[in-house]
């Protein structure tokens, strides 16, 4: 009987403590941070250099592309934001071919991420970080995490979470467009 009791208190417990972990999960999902504590130190520093190949095999390194600015996304086929996001992230580098955009999936196979592409037609270069080392050297906790590496070569901005308006915050973060908000009439 006092094993029915224990075990009745441990599933009690793990129920609470899934309940805890979605809820934070989700605040996470709608509510993102501009930047994790842990990428917090990298902003306005040299972007740490690194080298992966694509789906082609073809390598890409970063510094290859200095004097450009620098999109780098982080992401998983599994991660709802991340393909969330995807459509307007094609889009928009679609229409501004003066940035480079690299998407870099974290430790999936090669056709997963073959059929991702395909079936969001995605035009600009998917690397391969196989064994995370370039997540962990931006030390991405969480996805997807977007990266924007100015053409010095430095961190410009860090966002985690899925970007809900990509044109916005790019104008903004590499245009340096100013957007004015409209208010809201209220009804007298």
Known sequence: MNNNKTMYWIKKILIVVFAVWTVFIAYKVKNPKRHTKTSNELLRKQAIDFSLVDLTGQKHTLSDYRGKYVVLNFFATWCSPCREELPDFVKYANEHEDIVFLGINM??????????????????????????????????????????????????????????????????????????????????
């Open 107 to 188: 430790g999936e196979p090669k056709d997963e991420v073959q059929e991702l592409v395909a079936e969001y037609k995605i035009t600009f270069s998917i690397l391969l970080d196989i064994d995370k080392k370039v997540a962990n050297l931006y030390r991405v906790n969480a996805i997807p995490i977007t990266i924007i590496v100015d053409p010095a070569g430095n961190v410009k901005d860090i966002r985690t979470g899925k970007i809900t308006s990509p044109e916005r915050y790019f104008d903004r973060e590499i245009y340096n467009k100013k957007f004015k908000y409209r208010k809201k009439r209220t009804k007298k």
